[in-house]
């Protein structure tokens, strides 16, 4: 245990075990990313190959294709239950960007997500954000218990101690639980290295260009970029300044934007 | 405190299997020392900061209309930059030549002390800043005693705010004899006490003309200066059972290595129940199985027997067992509203383990907040 993405891997898998163990209703947000990518291969090892749990990918109709194909030809070489949610209502309804990126997200995102917790009544939700990504996300707990609407209480958190995570919350109270939250960007690309984890074909570069952050098509850009290997990327991520999420036509909508999406339940 | 189920201490907590080139630093002090101007100094200087972060502080400091905040970079919710207060701790990332930082921003504020607390019961080691004009204050003392409670070892003092008095050496020692003889009663002596100005950027990440009196380490030569937190080795083999999975016939026990290491074929006990047994098989999926597992690895064991040991029940091996106990002596820090009441139950988790225990007597009370 010298090496610190051993000591990192270590940290997820105790998580994962720990979020297991805790709910019996457990479920995995799958957004087919680089983050995921590596959750789901820290939960196979943490559950000696098995995923004892199903995948929530929640479908906004605005992914790139090559997402949804790699997501259902990884789903099924893994075994995976896959569940899929979407706001039927709000996609009927036309929702889409042009009517405002911040309420667009609210709708087919968080709302999305929200009516799937309901309908399934899931104790726990597993997911793969970061604590490097951005401000609100530095602020987040491992466990982080949120109320009847999915709100999170960024301003009244509880405390979280060594490996002891609470579990004790009040009805109707569900829990996200981040089990990568102190990796980096860089870990994230050496541990996919490492471990030889296959990744979405859309991060390597073609024709000068490649997504450094999957989203949906009409929000996510591109940087310009020669990586077209793992390696490559690690290279280019020890040079660049820029922030991962600047492709993110989201965070960029205002000053507090992912602060307020994410208090009412954006992931 | 008594409690009726029985435990085994599964050795300390899982500090020691930290091993790593990467070292995890909480900056603590009083509310209004400028930790987060630090910690925007230290990103700054080392270069860590995008040119897109520092355009949207800019954008929000002029839309405020006050000068440029190295403190928005940490304090990036809404309400700690229009009440100008850290609310709860961030984490974020930093590189020197010689490893990765990662710094943990801890509030000051009074009212936010569980925030503190969870952000530095995670660190390797402190900085304690303070205000060289202001000296030690309420919260210097309580922050400090709370480092010496959660072991944190590994103390740099920074001195700050000299640029108020024109970089008078007078004040810095005035201020450096007192934090000194505090830490002293607390069994803390810190590595260094260093002089700065952390909006100015002395003794930082460069030492600058202005302290030319001052002949000690930098800011991040401090830090660099600290050692690794390493393994610590020949301690006995403790396996804290995280839990029990009933899959395809077998029965794999989860959990992490605490301390020590164990062998397939070793004798091994279960405690507190005392069930019996061999190693049979180490798994770590999706490798071969491994002839051991060492501190730190989080692995599954199966067994000769069959055995029906659960969750929060620690293995160790036969030949080196830990004393299970019924009551213990321990130092608590209470956080909670409602008082700790003697006779009272509560539940007392200890790694994976959870009982119920009583308070039988409080030899000993300290209030942090009079120290
Ligand atoms: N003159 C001077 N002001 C400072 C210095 N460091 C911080 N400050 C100011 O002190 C105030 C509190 O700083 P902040 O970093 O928010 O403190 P925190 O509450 O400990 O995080 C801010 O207005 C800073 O600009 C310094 O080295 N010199």
Known sequence: MSDHLDRLEAESIYILREAYNRFPNLAMLYSIGKDSTVMIHLARKAFFGKLPFPLVHIDTTYKYPEMIAFRDRMTKEWGAELVVGRNEEAIAAGMGPDQGRLLCCAKLKTEGLTQMIDAKGYQGLLLGIRRDEEGSRAKERVFSPRGQQSEWSYKDQPPELWDQFNTNYPEGTHVRVHPILGWTELNIWEYLAREKVEICPLYFARDGKRFRSLGCAPCTGTIDSTAATVDEIIEELKVIRAPERAGRAQDQENAYAMQKLRAKGYM | MKHQGRIAPPGKNGREMKTAETLKIVIVGHVDHGKSTLIGRLFHDTGMIPETRVAEIAGTCERQGRPFEYAYLMDALEEERDQNVTIDTAQTFFKTDKRTYVIIDAPGHKEFLKNMITGAASADAAILLLDGVEGVQEQTRRHAYLLSLLGIRQVVVAINKLDMVDYDRQVFQRTENDIRAFLHTLDITPASVVPISAREGDNIASPG?????????????????????????????????????????????????????????????????????????????????????????????????????????????????PTTVGEIKASLFWLARNSFVKGKNYRLKLATAEVDATCVAIEERLDSSTL
Do not use: H
């Open chain 2, 209 to 321: 003309d202005r302290m030319i009196w001052y002949g000690g380490p930098t800011i991040l030569q401090a830090l660099d200066n600290f050692a690794n937190v390493r393994a610590e080795t020949g301690l006995p083999f403790r396996f804290p059972v995280q839990d029990v999975y009933k899959w395809d016939n077998e029965r794999i026990y989860a959990g992490r290595v605490e301390t020590g290491q164990v062998k397939v074929g070793d004798p091994v006990t279960f405690l507190p129940s005392g069930r019996q047994t061999e190693v049979k098989s180490i798994r770590l999926w999706p490798n071969e199985d491994l002839a051991q597992a060492r501190a730190g690895e989080c692995v599954g064991f199966t067994f000769a027997d069959e055995l029906f040991a659960e969750r929060g029940e620690v293995l160790a091996r036969s030949d080196d067992l």
